[in-house]
């Protein structure tokens, strides 16, 4: 009998005790939305499309990050300007299925695709959870400020000719019999 | 055999190969870059590098490079071996590095073959911190990309291009480190195969431009096992398809049609599939019902509505004529709706009387129809009429090397393997195995021909006739001039020495007796060989389209003709008429099609691209394009094949034989082409054979399907996310055993419906391997097709050949590769490349009618009158005139006596002709060794 009222009654009144004192705590719990939280910067949330130092769009349409996708959510289809840039048609994540993974992010070979500390996406609607090129472009670098992927791939863009990228000789004259 | 040891395993291994391709025989992963299955070794790359011992005392060994290296029984080697592994890291950092960091928007990223070597021989970061040596690029015209910089001298593709295809435009320049792939000046690559440098190519220097337009990566196409409808070959293809449109075709392999290799025709016509010119939804004339004219009437209707439409106008009798560019399940559909007293085979008059000939000459005994791979094993080669280059070119390829077996012959008796291509082209030199071409014009074929004969059919036919004779004593031909004799007897002398000689023709002529004469050479050859050797003689025809002699084996046994059917139609002896896929105007002369239009029968057209004929039609019915439906194929040897659908096609499209069979429109499923094709096989002994086509799976797979997807298919829950946020079903395929998306049975479970080659670390299309008994053998799994007819025939003798006249002026009718055919002609690319109507005349009748090189002259024949651009050849039968139709000339009436003049010249005329000429590429220098 004595050592049920000691595993028990006690127990409780203890932890009655505890509860009590701590409605003398200071609160954790943040009035949001009228306190907005401070995101760490690499938090994964709301996926942008970035653009280069120069201003033009990163993303090449390499479809990298629709292939690393573990749910499927990106879809879009690569198109080229006259000047061989490649870019993306039209570039589609329906972030209903998004889990937020940031795998697109790793695999991204050019920085585009970046995840930002921004979660506020919520919807009343599911078909608006839908987003398009135009909905996720910004018009910044992102995280990543200095990279530019055409400036160190050797593809011939308007603007950065053969021989032109880092690390490059210009190009070789075929005709030539110098060694 | 012989047996030897790969890293203390023991294999048993054919001795004749060289060590390289045995090791990939085995299953084992040996990077390569130089080597080709198809092509042998020149061990330019050094990638494929292992140890080889001594004996089993050795432990230090040697380094060898595999593809170079003989088997010799009991021999010991090692790829794991770590000298072996670390210099292979090496050779492949020092090949990438100027290798241009641009994967990403590389189109042979994902299934590139140095990306998986690289990965093979673990190469991650780049150490070189010099300067990378970049290159200028070319426009190669319509159908490729090029971008020097991602090459690494492996000299693949000229090794292809030159060696094996016959090209002479792209080389090798400049030299050591700046070694540049490119042709001597910016321009289109001319040879009918360029298309095969995207997967020669183990980068990403010659990539698919067509592909590049609207792009997807290998990994996102969906495709399935098809074959190619772009003429009577066959070739075995993977079409890809991504967001509802075809995106490309590439290679898939078949041991005894394709190998490798397609022609450019087959690989950029799929763009037809996604042409302007489709027929998207059912077309009902209503203007022709009301005696208006008003073309605008026209009212678009759904699927079911035309349904009914359909069955509410074919009561009664009706007509119906087939279409050899539909796939045999459609014309059987259309076969069991009309009534085999009221089914016409849509093959024009000449051709059907050709592919008559044809079939009964496939049914010989004693006779023997070689398929590709066939070819290219005979040492001597008749080639009879046909322009194999444009009309099946895939052919071509194979006769081609055929012409290489004398090479193999004299290294096989220098003791020097065969696989060792530059060793065999070095000692052979020219030497080549005979190829007699027998032509109206000068062809492609002719810089390896050994004789070229320019003649019209009718010299044609004398010089066969004298070469049976030649041959055969007692057959009988008039006599000849001695020049024809002579002629006739070293052709004749080459026929009789060659261990496998081959006679090739086929029926673009239109001509039965050209064909006979053929037979009779064969069948000469036969009995004076009889005492030799007792091996049939190989013969064989080439089919303009992919199912001529499938519609002419339904129609076997009856003598309708389409200008039997067209009189019926002209003089309203039937309820209704029923065209299958066919542009009659391609079929018969324009006057007799017109007439029978203008019976006024109710007239309903199935097909996928609008033409001059069904524009004509009351009911236009949307037909699904070959990538869309399932279907059965024929090809020139009589052999059945079967492709898959691709992807289903959107409302209101369907299959030809879905909307020719009854049965309730809205009731799903509709009739499946295995349904059609069992039902006509158990019915029609003849063709009990198609049985074997129906799927037969076991164990897991009976129960699972085979995805059409690959295993990394991306962006399901998005790509039609936009039109609705939630998912659609995803499409069911109850007729076939493959389903829409990447579950079911993975291939390296089953590989019996090999939709495209992959497997886990080979992402190129040299996965293939993966898949083969052994490299170059046969495939593990799946249906090779089959051979619909025996030899059951009666032994015939020589068939009674008509002489044809020579004095009248007919001309004969010229194919092109690009455009020549219907459907390819729809494509953007192929249209880039392709010409409209031209004669082809030689200098003494240009003299004689005093016209320039593209000038014009009109031709008169009936009541035609067209005038022509012409090019003035050298290599032209003398007396003749060729025109090409381009599809828009009516062949038949032109076939009757012509009349020819000049026309006078205008300035911008001529340079609109040049520009036409200017993608055709004629090449008139090569004068055949002997001469012509």
Not at chain 1, 117 to 137: G, H, I, S, T
Not at chain 2, 345 to 359: F, I, T, W, Y
Request: net charge negative; proline share 5%; aromatic share 8%.
């Amino acid at each position: 009998m004595l050592r049920l009222i000691k595993d028990t009654l006690i127990s409780q009144v203890v932890t009655l005790w505890k509860v009590f004192l701590h409605a003398f705590d200071k609160t954790d719990t943040v009035e949001y939305p009228d306190v907005k939280p401070q995101m760490f910067s690499r938090w994964r949330g709301r996926i942008i499309l970035s653009r280069d130092p120069d201003g033009e769009e990163r993303c090449v349409a390499c479809n990298l990050c629709a292939v690393a996708c573990p749910v499927d959510c990106i879809a879009l289809q690569k198109a080229e300007d006259e000047e061989g840039r490649w870019y993306p048609e039209f570039f589609r994540i329906n972030f209903s299925r998004c889990i937020m993974c940031g795998f697109c992010e790793e695999a991204c070979p050019t920085h585009a695709i970046q995840l930002t500390p921004d979660f506020e996406m919520a919807e009343y609607v599911r078909q608006d959870m839908v987003w398009e090129k135009e909905d996720l472009l910004i018009s910044g670098t992102g995280k990543y400020h200095d990279y530019n992927f055409y400036r160190i791939a050797g593809k011939k863009i308007g603007g950065k000719d053969k021989g032109e990228a880092r690390n490059e000789a210009v190009p070789v004259n075929v005709r030539s019999l110098l060694p | 055999m012989a047996k030897i040891s790969i890293d203390g395993i023991q294999y048993e291994v054919n001795a004749a190969n060289n060590l390289l391709q045995e090791c990939l025989s085995q299953g084992l992963d040996l990077p390569y870059f130089c080597w080709h299955p198809c092509m042998g070794s020149v061990g330019a790359c050094r990638q494929c590098a292992v140890k080889q011992y001594r004996d089993a005392d050795d432990t230090k060994g040697t380094l060898v490079m595999a593809c170079m290296t003989p088997i010799t029984d009991g021999g010991i080697y090692s790829i794991q071996d770590s000298q072996a592994v670390d210099f292979r890291s090496h050779v492949i950092e020092s090949l990438m590095i100027s290798h241009p960091h641009d994967c990403p928007v590389c189109e042979e990223g994902g299934e590139c073959h140095l990306q998986d070597m690289t990965q093979m021989s673990g190469h991650n970061y780049r150490r070189y911190d010099f300067q990378k040596v970049t290159h200028r690029n070319q426009n190669l015209g319509p159908f490729l990309n090029h971008e020097m910089n991602r090459c690494i001298a492996c000299y693949r593709c000229v090794r292809f291009y030159g060696d094996y295809a016959g090209g002479s435009d792209l080389v090798a320049l400049a030299s050591h480190h700046h070694v540049y792939f490119g042709r001597h000046e910016e321009g289109t690559l001319e040879n009918e195969f360029s298309g095969n440098l995207v997967e020669v190519c183990p980068t990403g220097v010659f990539t698919d431009k067509t592909f590049s337009a609207h792009y997807s990566r290998k990994w996102d196409l969906q495709t399935a096992p098809s074959i190619c409808s772009g003429c009577g070959v066959g070739c075995n293809t993977s079409p890809g398809e991504r967001y509802g449109s075809l995106r490309r075709i590439v290679n898939r392999y078949h041991h005894d049609i394709n190998g490798y290799f397609l022609c450019d025709r087959g690989r950029f016509g799929y763009d037809a599939n996604n042409s302007p010119q489709r027929v998207t939804e059912p077309v009902f004339a209503q203007a022709r019902i009301n005696g208006n004219s008003e073309a605008s009437a026209h009212k678009s209707m759904t699927a079911l509505e035309a349904a009914r439409q359909f069955e509410a106008m074919t009561g009664g009798e009706v007509i119906g004529i087939g279409s050899p560019r539909a796939s045999l399940e459609s014309n059987i559909a259309l076969l069991q709706r009309v009534g085999a007293e009221n089914f016409y085979p849509g093959l024009s008059d000449g051709e059907l009387a050709c592919v008559r000939e044809v079939l009964l000459l496939l049914r010989e005994p004693g006779l023997h129809c070689p398929d590709i791979r066939g070819l290219e094993q005979c040492d001597c080669v008749l080639l009879v009429d046909e322009d194999l280059s444009n009309t099946s070119a895939r052919m071509a390829l194979a006769l081609r090397q055929a012409t290489r077996n004398a090479a193999t012959a004299m290294a096989t008796a220098a003791r020097i393997p065969p696989w060792q291509d530059a060793a065999v082209r070095e000692l052979a030199q020219h030497e080549r195995s005979p190829l007699i071409i027998l032509s109206p014009q000068g062809t492609r074929l002719d810089d390896v021909a050994s004789d070229t004969f320019l003649g019209t059919v009718a010299q044609q036919i004398r010089l066969l006739n004298a070469i049976s004779r030649c041959l055969d004593p007692h057959f009988d031909a008039p006599v000849e001039s001695p020049e024809l004799v002579a002629r006739a007897e070293t052709i004749a002398g080459a026929l009789v020495q060659a261990t496998r000689p081959c006679l090739v023709s086929g029926i673009s002529a239109q001509s039965p007796a050209l064909i006979q004469a053929t037979a009779n050479v064969a069948r000469a050859l036969r009995i004076r060989r009889k005492g030799e050797t007792e091996s049939p003689v190989d013969l064989c025809f080439a089919m303009p389209e992919a199912n001529t002699l499938g519609l002419a084996l339904l129609a076997e046994g009856s003598a309708n003709t389409l200008s039997a059917a067209l009189s019926r139609l002209a003089q309203g002896k039937a309820d209704a008429a029923i065209v299958l896929e066919n542009d009659l105007f391609r079929r018969a002369p324009a006057a007799q099609v017109n007439a029978a239009l203008a019976g006024q029968l109710p007239l309903v057209v199935l097909d996928h691209l609008h033409n001059a004929f069904n524009a004509h039609a009351r009911l236009l019915l949307p037909a699904a394009s070959p990538a869309e439906s399932n279907g059965s194929w024929v090809n020139y040897e009589a052999r059945a094949q079967s492709a898959y659908r691709v992807f289903a096609p959107k409302e209101p499209l369907r299959a030809s034989y879905e909307w020719l069979t009854p049965a309730d429109p809205v009731q799903l499923p509709l009739i499946g082409s295995e349904e059609i094709l069992a039902q006509f096989a158990s019915a029609h002994p003849g063709f009990a054979a198609l049985r074997k086509l129906l799927t037969q799976r076991e164990g897991l797979s009976a129960v699972m399907k085979s995805p059409r997807q690959l295993p990394r298919y991306s962006g399901r829950t998005a790509m039609q996310a936009d039109k609705h946020v939630h998912e659609y079903r995803q499409t069911l395929d109850p007729q076939s055993p493959l389903s829409f998306s990447m579950e079911g049975v993975p291939l390296q479970k089953d590989s019996s419906l090999l939709s495209v080659a992959w497997a886990p670390g080979w992402n190129s299309n040299q996965a293939i391997s993966k898949f083969q008994q052994e490299i170059n053998g046969e495939l593990q799994q799946g249906c090779k097709g089959v051979h619909l007819l025996t030899r059951d025939g009666v032994d015939a003798s020589y068939t009674q050949t008509a002489q044809l006249s020579e004095k009248t002026l007919s001309p004969y009718f010229i194919s092109h590769l690009f455009g020549g055919e219907e459907i390819s002609a729809e494509a953007a690319a192929i249209q880039a490349r392709a010409s409209g109507p031209y004669a082809c005349i030689d200098d003494k009748r240009a003299r004689e009618l005093g016209v320039n090189q593209h000038g014009r002259i009109a031709v008169h024949a009936g009541e035609l009158s067209v005038t022509l651009p012409v090019l003035i050849r050298q290599r032209i039968a003398p007396g003749g005139i060729g025109i090409y139709c381009a599809g828009e000339l009516d062949r038949f009436t032109l076939a009757q006596e012509l009349r020819v003049e000049a026309v006078a010249e205008e300035p911008d005329m001529l340079l609109r002709s040049r520009e036409m000429f200017r993608h055709l590429l004629i090449n008139d220098s090569w004068q055949g060794r002997n001469g012509a």
